[in-house]
């Protein structure tokens, strides 16, 4: 009878679903901050090194496919969309730090002023919620 199988795919449908939501779901106290550059600074070296730290929650590399477990990503001057499905990826101006990274070096950034988002997300890519950013705006002599 094929009522019984699509019974059973649905059902596996939602155990999966929520098995996927929860893993996406931060912890109270998670939180996620750009300790360098700080809000304002000038910054005259030719690369800017941003240094980040995240609390209330294991950072793991995304291939692990740990659940309960994060990774940084960086969005450089443009706004982060508060997704509920993956970050893109190749994409010119959002780094993905998926091997749990706590720094990355930005190269080439033009003279003026500049925004950074960090956001955490789980090992999917999936911004963990509530949503956990940071954002910190420099300027580039």
């Not at 939602?14 to 304002?40: F, N, Q």
């Not at 190269?107 to 997300?121: D, E, F």
Request: include cysteine.
């Amino acid at each position: 009878m094929p009522v019984p199988r699509v019974v059973s795919l649905f059902r596996s449908i939602v155990v999966v679903a929520a098995l996927v939501a929860a893993c996406a779901e931060s912890k109270p106290g998670v939180s996620v901050t750009i300790t360098s550059p700080a809000e304002g600074d000038t910054i005259s070296d030719p690369d800017v090194r941003i240094t980040l730290d995240a609390s209330g929650i294991e950072l793991a590399p995304a291939a692990e496919q740990r659940p309960g477990t994060a990774h940084h990503h960086l969005y450089l001057d443009t706004d982060f969309p508060a997704l509920d499905s993956p970050i893109p990826a190749g994409m010119p101006n959002i780094v993905h730090l998926g091997l749990a990274q706590t720094e990355y070096l930005w190269q080439g950034l033009t003279p003026g002023p500049h925004r950074i988002i960090a956001v955490l997300a789980d090992p999917g890519h999936v911004p963990i919620k509530p949503w956990v950013t940071d954002t910190v705006n420099f300027v580039k002599n």
